[in-house]
């Protein structure tokens, strides 16, 4: 709508597209780019929407070695609007920095889901910014100017004490990932809104694409040999990349493979946390003969960085999987914003961990056909309803729940509370 409107007045607008990490970036790549090429819009139209995102950094410009960013209040971005994705994953100090980078003629558009987890880092940007989104009002005249502008009947939802903030926030209620009435997104919703009961009537209700595994009496360890099982059609293409010519498109076949399945855990520590589910996943591959030796690299490794490396161009958060070049040499592969790979030789990575599991907190900005969650089995602070809320959608087509009954109860009584002082600002009455 953006790009018609400025047509029609003769203008072209500089849109940029960007995202946290690489993964989301490269996910708001491709849906960009399939979903332009159904709208029913003029050649002209759609050659003017963007299909290339960034993540944050890059669109700022991180500088190596430097703490601040080439774009800033003093050098903004060169841009006329702005559409982040998966803002849920934006700390406060980056959207500081972003705010202070966009010019003074800048659309900002902010997408995210407000419900999920908030920000590693200080601040929950998203959530404080829709706080009151699902019982927002407009303000008389706005609903008046919506009103002549659309042709809807406003009135219902005019109210002279809404905050100024309710005219700039919509709140999209399909999803397009799961149906609401799957088993999934039914689990989903009794989670968001914390109803015990009907999160345990969906974990029981036999549904297609939703299990729940109840730990057994006196189990101590995760069920390595059963969550491996997922990764099977993994390692088969591994083994027919592997034992066949090098094929750039064969990188890709291997990342959207890998891609289908990932187990995420609640922790970091543990038997049931992600350091320990990945070192007893590499020694239970090693041993039925998926890998030769689990202390090296290997074809088939999966691994993501623990930190940003503006000199390689890659970021906290993105996945590489090791596979050989043309000349057999095992190359670590990324994928970038615009679908491609880079490869990259083992010893150029630096600081990096195994990823067949991951934590929740990785995965935001991924999904994946079939997750499986683990909850730890003794009760801890990082279990809220937005975790395994996250954790639940970030599955299409199949989902697995292993944890107690307790523990699921005590996660959905439970929500993640900060105060950063933005809902005090944004949501007064102005």
Known sequence: ??????????????IELAAPTGKAAARLTESISKAKSGLPLSSDIKQAIPEQASTLHRLLGSDFGRSRFKHNKENPLHLDVLLVDEVSMVDLPMMAKLIDAM?????????GDKDQLASVEAGGVLGDLSFGIENAYFQPDWAERLAQLTGENLQPYSNASAPSISRALTLLRTSYRFAADSGIGQLAKAMNAGDVKGVLHCLESNKADVHWQVPKEGQTKADIATLAKGYDEYWDAVREVNNSAFDSQAISKIYSVFSRYQILTAV??????????????????????????PHVWYPGKAVMLTRNDAALGLFNG????????????LRVWFIQPDGSFTGLLPSRLSEFEVVFAMTVHKSQGSEFEKVD?????????????ELIYTGITRAKKDFTLWGSSHLIRTA????????????EALWSVS
């Open 318 to 329: 993105d996945i590489g999987l090791c596979m050989p070049d043309e000349s057999q040499r």
């Open 373 to 385: 969650l683990l909850l730890p089995m003794t009760p801890s602070p990082v279990l809220t309803r």
């Open 1 to 14: 709508m953006l790009v018609a409107q400025a047509a029609e007045q003769g203008q072209a607008l500089r």
């Open 103 to 111: 010019p003074s003629h800048g659309r900002l558009i902010l997408l």
């Open 268 to 293: 970091r520590q543990g038997e049931f946390g992600v350091e320990k589910v990945n070192a007893q996943l590499e020694l239970y591959f090693y041993q039925r003969g998926r890998v030769k030796d």
């Open 412 to 423: 959905a009584e439970s929500r993640i509370e900060r105060h950063s002082g933005l809902i």
